[in-house]
């Protein structure tokens, strides 16, 4: 079976970003230490919404040290549209998305680029929801809630133990081969791929989900809103059928019940 040596591997790491300059410098280092130790080349393509903050001065100190990169993009925002934009740059032939607040650990970086190394693994994510895996007990309870509560609807798209993790790993072929159909809305993008690109070999990588090390949470309700549009738009794509037989069954329901509420009308 073919699987890339490790000689071969090189790794593109997006970071989609707003408002993340103060964790820009220690996440690099332990990127930077994580793929040192494994002997992997690798860049690190930060796409910033044009944060009003220390980015813009951090960024430029990091270049002169790491393989870093800064985009700042002023017409679009976005998680989801920002990681596409890194794609769109990367160098490398194997893509990994992760968070920029150091609540996935980077250590876990060469696992799940090996994961995703070779022919039998098309999509690795590092997951919360394995044995082993584990959340940060500072994490709030009604956070835990609504994680599981999305997990479960997105159930019937994949059987990813965390389909809502923003820690992946693809292959630069897999985003070729899917990049013409990716439309993603919020910030599910790890979902969206998964789903259009039809994956099925993946592999899951334990994780223990940490806290946000500095800086502020950019999720708002709107997040959630998204979610659900975003979920109705892949149920549309991968599942018309159920879509259909839904949509069928609740008009005949509501057929039936009208005509018997208004039987002696
Ligand atoms: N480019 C870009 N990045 C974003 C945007 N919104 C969030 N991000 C980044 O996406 C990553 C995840 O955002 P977080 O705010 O940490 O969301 P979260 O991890 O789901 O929520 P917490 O658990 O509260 O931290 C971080 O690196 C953010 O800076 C956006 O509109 N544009
Ligand atoms: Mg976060």
Redo the contacts with the bound molecule.
Sequence with gaps: MFRMSDAEIAVSVV??????GVNLTPLVERIDRAMRDAGFPYEVIV???NSQDETESVAAQLATEYPFRLIV?TEE???SS?VLCGYAEAKHDIFVVM???L?HPPEVLPDLVRAVSGYDCDFAIGTRYVKGGKIVKD?PFS?RIISLGSKWLARPLTPLSDPLS?FFAIQRSTWERVKAKLDPIG?KIALEVYVKAGCRRSREVTITFGT?QAGE???TSAVAWHYLGHLWKLYWYKLPWLMWLFGGTALAIITLTALYAFRDA
């Design positions: 970071v989609p970003t707003y408002q993340e796409v910033d919404d993009r925002r976005g998680l920002a968070d920029a607040d609540q994490w956070r923003g910030y946000r949470s950019k999720l």
